[in-house]
Structures are given as structure tokens and as C-alpha cells.
């Protein structure tokens, strides 16, 4: 990572959250309440933790405005900037927001996930300890936080199949992804390059894995926590 600058981060934040029911009927989902703090507060706090300061863009979509208005341009350390579609976009789109104004590499976080510190350190220090990959990505064992996250079949060091949509089983040699990668140059020039209609992350990286790309991982053994549904949200606090 370059010392002489902050860590450049993309934080995707613009879904409707449906799977929460109506407590998302007027709220976005990273703003609501875990362990006294909204989500993305937790997000934030724990890059601060991680690196010191960052370079922090959110794309955002459904009640945006919410998200400006609690953390506005900066928290502590961290400056952030705002994309924004007001549509019901898939992670892919919502990614390509901040093409313009975002440099590559990047860490690209969900705001509705919550990992440590150390996990997030780890993680782009081993896109830099293995370089020619064009994306890391944080995986885990500890799949039942989201069983509805995609799977991703590993060799080695080395991502050789993404499987989505997610599945509750797995076999072994596969690992649960947390949506949370970092990426190298090119990555939205290779974004762009997908089929128009193929939405999902996954089923981009099986066509990069096609096309020749490298995508390696780190295999996180922290805890985590993943907001979908009403049950998530009963955590009296956040422990690594």
C-alpha cells in the first residue's frame, strides 16, 4: 500500500434491505441500530481502527439522504464522498457509481457487514504479499452469519469457482465470501467488460476466471457479523 497516502475505500450502501421487512419501510438498512450504533458507524469506526485515516466514497441508493445526514463529510479521520442512483441496482452498478471519481486499488466493504480490524489489515496485505491478482477477497469458514452469501471454491491460495446464489451447505474447499475485496488497476475497466445482464459479483468472477483473470483470497478467522434479517440485529455488542 502506497505510505504516503490514505487507504482508498468504497463502501456500497444503497440497498432496499427487504429481507428486514418493515423496519426498513422508512430506513436504510446500515443505519439501523447494533450494540448502541448504526451499522455503517461500526463499518467506519473499524477502518479508523484499521489504517489510521482513509479515502472513504459511499454509493448509495434507497434513503440516501439519511446517510448524509448522519455522517455527513467526515468521520474523524476519515473524509467521505457520496455517489448516489436512486434506483434498485445491483452491487455490480452500484460499484461502476464511483468509477469517476475513485482510483484504483481499492477496498470495497458492504455497509451491512462488520468484520475487525486485523481482518481488514490482513486482507490487503495479502493482495500486496501475492501480487497478479486482480482481486482479494475475504473469505471465511464461519458460513451460518450468511448463508446467503456466495461460495467460493478454492485451490491453494488461488479462487477457482464462484458459486451463487449463495447456498446454507457447502463441501469441502469452499469458502463463504463476506463481500468485502480488495482490488487492483483495471478492476472497473474489467466490471465494464461483464455481460450488461450479469448483476452479480460472482457470476463476474467466474467470467474473469474465464477470461484469465487471478483472484486470490484471505481466510479470515475472526468473527463477523452480516445484517439481513430482524434476527441479526439482536447483538448486545460487537467482539472480536
Same mark, same amino acid.
Given at each position: ?101 475513485? %482510483?484504483?486499488?481499492?477496498? @470495497?466493504? =458492504? $455497509? ?7 481482518? !481488514? /489489515? ?35 491460495? %488461488?479462487?477457482?469457482?464462484? @458459486?451463487? =446464489? $449463495? ?7 469452499? !469458502? /463463504? ?64
Amino acid at each position: 500500500m502506497d505510505a504516503l497516502r490514505p487507504l482508498r475505500v468504497l463502501i456500497v450502501a444503497g440497498g432496499r434491505g427487504v429481507r428486514m421487512g418493515s423496519l426498513t419501510d422508512n430506513q436504510q438498512k446500515c443505519l439501523m441500530t447494533v450494540a448502541g450504533r448504526p451499522v455503517l458507524e461500526h463499518v467506519l469506526n473499524n477502518l479508523q481502527k484499521a489504517f489510521g485515516s482513509a479515502e472513504v466514497v459511499i454509493a448509495t441508493g434507497y434513503y440516501n439522504h439519511l446517510i448524509k445526514q448522519c455522517f455527513g463529510n467526515r468521520f474523524g479521520k476519515i473524509p467521505i464522498r457520496y455517489v448516489h442512483d436512486p434506483n434498485l441496482i445491483g452491487v455490480k452498478r452500484r460499484i461502476l457509481l464511483a468509477e469517476k471519481i475513485c %482510483e484504483e486499488p481499492l477496498l @470495497v466493504l =458492504p $455497509g451491512d457487514v462488520i468484520v475487525s480490524p486485523h481482518s !481488514l /489489515r490482513e486482507l490487503v496485505s495479502e493482495y500486496y504479499r501475492n501480487p497478479g491478482h486482480l482481486a482479494t477477497l475475504l473469505l471465511t469458514k464461519e458460513h451460518a452469519q450468511a448463508p446467503t452469501h456466495g461460495l467460493k471454491e478454492v485451490a491453494g491460495s %488461488e479462487i477457482v469457482r464462484s @458459486v451463487y =446464489p $449463495g447456498i446454507k451447505e457447502w463441501e469441502e474447499g469452499q !469458502l /463463504r465470501a463476506t463481500g468485502i475485496f480488495y482490488v487492483g488497476k483495471g478492476f472497473f475497466e474489467f466490471l465494464q467488460s461483464t455481460p450488461p445482464e450479469m448483476e452479480a459479483l460472482s457470476g463476474s468472477i467466474n467470467f474473469g476466471l474465464e477470461k484469465g483473470f487471478k483472484f486470490n483470497f484471505h481466510r479470515m478467522t475472526d468473527c463477523w457479523y452480516h445484517f439481513a434479517v430482524p434476527q441479526d440485529l439482536e447483538v448486545e455488542s460487537i467482539v472480536f
